[in-house]
């Protein structure tokens, strides 16, 4: 007899490999699956429990709507002058230590990832920008500034707002703004190691101070960008405050962007945003498919009980929490070389959720973990989705890239590791702000 | 063909028009259910409901119409390293695989979607067989991409020309 569910999975995974789009692969095996089913038990399943998993999947994910929203405003602030406001602000407070530009990209994705959720946006869109000022006297060569970018990028999504701690919390069920709230410190140590990586390096190949903006200019760089920098400010005010939901934030999000780059700073046409929004749509599209596409290949692992029976299968090991969490770590480590990071959080996750419950392991924390794997996973070569767009901006073939990325990477690993074992660090945060755990 | 192909191009610009729309009014229907309830103190149910049937459409529109190959999440580590022999080999495969699966079920899908038409959605009162109505055209043209992808295969008709200009989309 042939198992239905052993093939649905090897047909997931031969289409994947065959170049076809992830959620229309993990769709198609769904259905498969339900077809088989159908056949050997006509009673209990049928082939609509597909698009009815999909479609009523989507009708309720309410949380998901800030997906489409967090893009927008991302695409907004890109577009605008807002993104060269603030690197004008982090130039004058950081171009002046050595390897000042690098410092200035640390800076810069810090705050621009407390108003964006995603690091492929810091990356096209402030990333781009300073790529250009990094190379542009020769001042560093154009695989640093690009590996640079790129590490520095996956801080977006760990620093609220995030879109992958979105799909976290609709995999597990946990308080997007508690999430928000866990990625907080661990994204400021992330920035910290990175800068940190930043200056050993910059000593040891003698990289440049940036022009030294003078004190006195501080306060009108400042003024300049300070519309923009308020914007982190409402955001997080505004969910701690219960003034609005994650999703709703994001709607504000986008709101406030809109509002001071074409009134403030009069710099988007809506012709522009016009084409932003056609832009977030396409997007928001691709990663819907996915999103659609996990939810019916949730429906059979779940169907099938798989993520108990790995609870109860890991629990016959004895396995310490250490322990799983250095294997959990390595595997979705793995899995980054070589999938989406989004993906490995709609579909590896949920599998381990049940484990990790058993384990006593926080939900909270362990959101975190996933989400700053999946994002250095963004990374690593050799399918790291970051490295390919940071060596599309430089035209720099992505060996020399990867060569230049070790470093960051290794620095993250480290980061990776404080905040794997050091829960209490994690949440800390949440837990001032009222998360029971 | 290439009148396809332009006829092709001509939806996808057009259908993206109407996806930004529907973005659009996702982000002023937010934003008016935030002044609603805290500025008028008026929670309103209809703005949820707009906003999860416009991301719903969206999605599904974006897939049946307007979306590339190039835009779509995919995992061409492999499928860019083989040679283009494969390539189409692998083409042919995945797509008559995929187009089998969704053409068995589409009896299904339409039987779903159709039946929903008993129940209502709690704000507008508008039958659900409406609301999910865009599934059928998606489904569909799952069935009808995955049979080009083979037809491309098989022939191998733009195939070289086809993963360039993926890229610049």
Not at chain 1, 45 to 70: K, R
Not at chain 1, 376 to 400: A, D, K, M
Request: hydrophobic residues 55%; glycine residues 10%; aromatic residues 12%.
């Amino acid at each position: 007899m042939i198992d239905p569910f052993a093939i649905s999975m090897i047909l997931i995974v031969v289409l994947a490999l065959f170049g076809i789009s992830v959620g229309l692969a993990m769709f198609s095996g769904s259905m498969l699956y339900l077809i088989l089913m159908d056949a050997q038990f006509p009673r209990g399943f049928d082939p609509s429990i597909g698009p009815e998993t999909m479609l009523q999947g989507l009708f309720n994910g309410y949380t998901l709507l800030a997906i489409p929203l967090f893009i927008l405003a991302a695409d907004i602030m890109n577009i605008g002058s807002l993104a060269d406001r603030l690197l004008k602000f982090c130039q004058a407070l950081v171009g002046r230590f050595r390897g000042g530009l690098g410092q200035v990209n640390v800076v810069s994705s810090v705050i621009f990832s407390g108003m964006s959720g995603s690091a492929v946006a810091d990356a096209v869109g402030m990333g781009k920008i300073i790529i250009g000022l990094m190379t542009r006297d020769g001042k560093y060569s154009p695989a640093y500034a690009a590996a640079i970018t790129a590490a520095t990028a996956t801080v977006g999504p760990i620093i609220p707002p995030s879109i992958p701690m979105v799909l976290y919390a609709l995999v597990s069920d946990q308080s997007v703004g508690y999430l928000f709230a866990a990625g907080m410190v661990p994204g400021l140590l992330m920035a910290l190691m990175m800068g940190f990586t930043n200056y050993v390096i910059a000593r040891k190949r003698d990289f440049p101070t940036d022009t030294e903006v003078p004190l006195r200019e501080l306060p009108r760089v400042t003024y300049e960008a300070f519309p923009a920098l308020m914007l982190p400010v409402i955001l997080l005010g505004g969910i701690y405050g219960g003034v609005m939901t994650p999703t709703e934030a994001a709607a504000v999000a986008a709101a406030y962007a809109l509002i001071i780059s074409t009134i403030l700073y009069r710099s988007v046409s809506p012709k522009a945003f016009w084409d932003a929004l056609r832009g977030g749509s396409r997007s928001a599209g691709s990663i819907g498919v996915l999103i659609g596409g996990s939810m019916t290949f949730n429906y059979v692992i779940t169907r099938e009980d798989i993520p108990n029976t790995l609870a109860m299968f890991l629990q016959g090991f004895d396995l310490s929490q250490t322990g799983f969490l250095i294997a959990v770590n390595i595997l979705i480590l793995l899995l980054g070389c070589v999938i989406e990071g989004g993906a490995i959080i709609l579909i590896v996750v949920p599998i381990l959720i049940p484990t990790v419950q058993a384990m006593g392991i926080d939900l909270v924390h362990f959101g975190v973990i996933a989400v700053v794997n999946a994002m250095i996973g963004l990374i690593t070569p050799p399918y790291g989705l970051l490295l390919f767009i940071v060596s599309n901006i430089t035209e720099q073939p992505i060996g020399r890239v990867i060569k230049e990325v070790w470093p960051f990477i290794i620095a993250l690993l480290l980061a990776l590791i404080l905040i794997t074992f050091a829960p209490d660090f994690v949440l800390w945060f949440p837990r001032l702000l009222g998360y029971q755990g | 063909m290439s009148k396809l192909r332009a006829l092709t191009d001509w939806v996808a610009n057009w259908g993206n028009h109407l996806t930004a729309a529907l973005l659009f009014s996702m982000f002023v229907v937010f934003v008016l259910q935030i002044l609603f309830r805290y500025v008028l103190g008026l929670p309103v149910l209809w703005t949820v409901e707009w906003v999860t049937i416009a991301w719903l459409w969206g999605i599904l529109f974006s897939f049946t119409f307007v979306m590339r190959t190039g835009d779509m999440i995919r995992l061409d580590i492999v499928y860019n390293a083989v040679s283009l022999k494969w390539q189409r080999a692998m083409d042919v495969v995945g797509g008559l695989t995929v187009a089998a699966i969704f053409g068995y079920t589409l009896p299904h899908a339409w039987d779903y979607v159709t039946f929903m038409g008993i129940e209502r959605t709690a704000a507008f009162l508008w039958p659900f067989d409406v609301v999910f109505a865009i599934y059928i055209p998606f489904h569909i043209a799952i069935i009808v991409r995955m049979l080009l992808l083979a037809v491309d295969g098989f022939t191998g008709a733009n195939h070289h020309l086809e993963s360039e200009s993926s890229d610049n989309d």
